[in-house]
């Protein structure tokens, strides 16, 4: 099935659709060594490496990398604890009203940005809430909680349900068997599901906008960059290197998740 | 509990689980002997899951105590009861390797690492696995899985093992091994064995004693022997093994009384319609009604006087396929001896 050939046109759609995909990506990337800052010529030309110098030293920008980064890295670890412990609650149990629990966990994914932005700055504003750090936090572990929640779900279901009951009979208690038994099976998604949330909080424009103070986060910088034409090339450095660590974490999530689901199905 | 081995392993006191509206088990007694290979035998939805899984700590009783050794358990979490399980699933952990799934019971009492591979290797040895220590569970057939899945549970000496369906997920000739090997590792070990199964034929091979489940009750308990010679009630008859049910007026004829009996097909002897019948023999005609030659033993349906359909079943000693067949449709004398007649009530 695999040996025999894709016909032409499907190809060539494929081909087309990658295209369509990655090229404005790779002009990010090419212009970033233009020595041209305000126009688009191609041929290049010339080429230079300055800009790289030149983000370096703006410490506007320095300063929203670590923002993002730091927000990005509590909203992931919210995210495992509670999209986890959501998780099992939903799996081990059977309570009323579980599965419109688990519809309106998975709801802030699918509602567009600009609802969930708008709903939030309403509701922390309504409570007095000053915005801050941990207003941004709170608006991007509404979304990161759902990926955790859907990678560990989805783990669970494919455990078998005695496995847990095996390691209590064994004198395992509740505390034990979670750190053994559970925790080791389900590390892969966590894993998978934290890059995930991850990449998801760092490239937020959205409902950061809404939820966030006087703080700028590194792809709101880039935004605020588009009224400055002279500055073009920075802001391209800077998407490549957001491009570079959105890239990485997906891409090992999915080899994650992929290879994990080889081995169980040999279980099975 | 001056002589433990007097004291019953199990002891069931008016057990009750219900589910909602269900009665899964329902006011149970039962006692489980020291040392015994003990079967619940029973069709799905019998009860006999919800006993072991009652005894195993994963489920609590409605209403009654269980008994382990004298001391009550019913509510006792699973990891505070000297009971193991071999699961149906056998629920290895397939991130661990075979060595670290069967110390995983020491590790957790913190047992010094030597003394746990001492006791892995000991265990690898008893379920016939040297050397595979080192493999993943996913790397072993099913066969294999049921043997970590026993060791598992032994290295930590319960007072009480449970089998949950064991032999379950095998193919027919693994299954009829295992039997053998099962109950060779019992008697070594010498540790009580509970098992739950729904093969009355599994049942027979291995246990010492037998209790038959239906709807949440015991139908009878015994020795296979028992259980098959002298069945109880219909029940028991009908599920384990084949069993003719004579009940009316025909029972009548035959022993003077109505009440329903159960005579297996292998007891009855077919005989000419002008055989004497033999002292100490009943007897009733009929006429061959069907006759299905089957290798090793011939089926025949008679049907006798009083409209009851008897199977009965011969072996092919001296018979070939042709002379079987023949019979079809010719009168008949059945008899068999009055010994073998078991009451099963109305």
């Given at each position: 099935m695999h040996s025999k050939k894709a016909p032409l046109g499907l190809t060539i759609a494929a081909i087309g659709t990658l295209l369509f995909l990655h090229v404005p990506m790779l002009i990010i990337f090419l212009y970033t060594f233009t020595p041209d800052e305000t126009t688009y010529t191609f041929p290049l030309p010339g080429f230079t490496t300055k800009w790289f110098g030149v983000a370096l030293q703006r410490a506007d920008l320095w300063r929203s990398l670590i923002l993002s980064l730091q927000v990005a890295t509590v909203a992931t670890i919210a995210a495992l604890i509670l999209g986890t412990l959501a998780a099992a609650a939903v799996y081990r149990s059977n309570f009323f009203g579980r599965e419109s629990i688990s519809f309106l966990l998975v709801l802030p994914i699918a509602l567009p940005g600009i609802v969930s932005g708008i709903a939030l700055r309403t509701a922390i504003g309504g409570f007095d809430i000053p915005f801050s750090f941990w207003t941004i936090v709170i608006g991007h572990a509404t979304f990161c909680v759902v990926v955790v929640y859907n990678n560990v779900l989805a783990r669970f279901r494919r455990t078998s349900a005695s496995m847990i009951e095996a390691s209590m009979d064994l004198g395992a208690n509740s505390f034990q068997t979670f750190r053994h038994v559970v925790l080791p099976n389900i590390a892969t998604a966590l894993l998978a599901g934290g890059m995930l949330a991850f990449a998801l909080s760092f490239d937020e424009v959205i409902v950061t906008t809404f939820t966030a103070g006087q703080q700028t986060t590194l792809p709101i910088w880039i935004f605020s960059?588009?009224?400055?034409?002279?500055?073009r090339p920075v802001t391209n450095v800077v998407a490549t290197f957001v491009i570079l660590i959105t890239f990485i974490p997906i891409f090992l999530a999915q080899r994650i998740s992929a290879s994990s689901s080889d081995t169980e199905g040999e279980n099975k | 509990m001056t002589n433990p081995s007097s004291t019953p392993a199990i002891r069931f006191n008016q057990v009750s689980r219900h589910f909602g509206e269900v009665k899964a088990v329902d006011q149970l007694d039962l006692e489980v002997i020291d040392g015994e290979f003990f079967a619940m035998l029973g069709?799905?939805?019998?009860g006999k899951t919800t006993c072991l899984r009652m005894i195993a700590g994963f489920d609590r009783p409605t209403s009654g105590s269980i008994y382990l050794y004298g001391q009550d358990v019913s509510n006792l979490p699973p990891y505070e009861r000297s009971v193991n399980t071999v699961f149906q699933d056998y629920a290895l952990f397939p991130h661990m390797n075979v060595g670290d799934n069967i110390a995983y019971g020491l590790m957790i009492k913190k047992v010094p690492k030597d003394e746990r591979t001492k006791r892995v290797d000991e265990m690898l040895d008893l379920v016939q696995l040297k050397g595979f220590a080192l493999r993943k569970p996913s790397q072993l057939s099913g066969g294999q899985r049921q043997r970590v899945a026993l060791a598992r549970a032994l290295i930590n000496h319960p007072k009480v093992l449970l089998l949950d369906e064991p032999l379950g997920a095998l193919d027919l000739k693994l299954r009829q091994q295992m039997q053998v090997e099962l109950k060779a590792i019992q008697k070594r070990v010498g540790i009580t064995f509970i098992f739950v199964t729904h093969d009355q034929e599994e049942a027979i091979t291995m246990s010492d004693r037998i209790a038959v489940f239906n709807q949440g009750k015991i139908e009878q308990i015994g020795t296979p022997a028992e259980i098959y010679e002298?069945?109880?009630s219909a029940f028991v008859a009908g599920f384990v093994g084949t069993s003719n049910l004579v009940s009316g007026e025909v029972a009548k004829r035959v022993t003077g009384s109505d009440q329903t009996f159960s005579i297996r097909p292998e007891k009855i002897h077919l005989g000419t319609s002008n055989e004497a019948t033999p002292a100490g023999m009943v007897s009733l005609d009929g006429v061959v009604r069907d006759v299905i030659y089957l290798g090793l033993y011939t089926r025949y349906l008679v049907e006798v006087a009083g409209g009851i359909d008897l199977v009965v079943v011969e072996q092919n000693l001296k018979t070939t396929s042709m002379d079987v067949l023949s019979i079809k449709g010719q009168k008949v004398k059945l008899h068999w001896h009055k010994d073998h007649i078991s009451r099963v009530g109305a």
């Open positions: 960059q588009l009224n400055r034409p002279r500055d | 069709p799905s939805g019998s002298r069945p109880a």
